[in-house]
């Protein structure tokens, strides 16, 4: 069974840096399309990040585009977000996600992704 193990988490203050990491020993990220999603108390999962295995294309949501980077260290089997100048509305549990296909303009729909992490907490407070 495929597990991906996500950490990195934690407390920062508004303007800080986090990088999240996504590890899994068996498995090859890059025969996915992955993807980083959060989810705040009382909403719905949201897409963050993703990466399309066939393309390589990269897409950010609007709210983090320009903070945000997701990467892939294909020798480590890691998946990271780097977030910077980061804000009290991203406070969330983030996800690391995978899928084996995700159809065009479907990559935000969390029905997809058959692989996914345990979350890990994001706080940004003062």
């Known amino acids: 069974e495929v597990q991906l193990q996500a950490s990195g988490g934690g407390l920062v203050q508004p303007g800080g840096s986090l990088r999240l990491s996504c590890a899994a020993p068996d498995f090859t990220f890059d025969d996915y399309d992955i993807g980083w999603f959060r989810q705040a108390p009382g909403k719905e999962r949201e897409g963050v990040s993703f990466?399309?295995?066939?393309?390589?294309?990269?897409y950010y949501v609007d709210s983090v585009k320009g903070r945000f980077t997701i990467s892939r260290d294909d020798a480590k089997n890691t998946m990271y977000l780097q977030m910077n100048s980061l804000k009290p509305e991203d406070t969330a549990v983030y996800y690391c996600a995978a899928a084996e296909y995700v159809p065009r303009g479907s990559r935000w729909q969390v029905h997809w992704y058959q692989y996914w992490g345990q979350g890990t907490q994001v706080t940004v407070s003062s």
């Open positions: 990466v399309s295995s066939s393309s390589g294309r990269i």
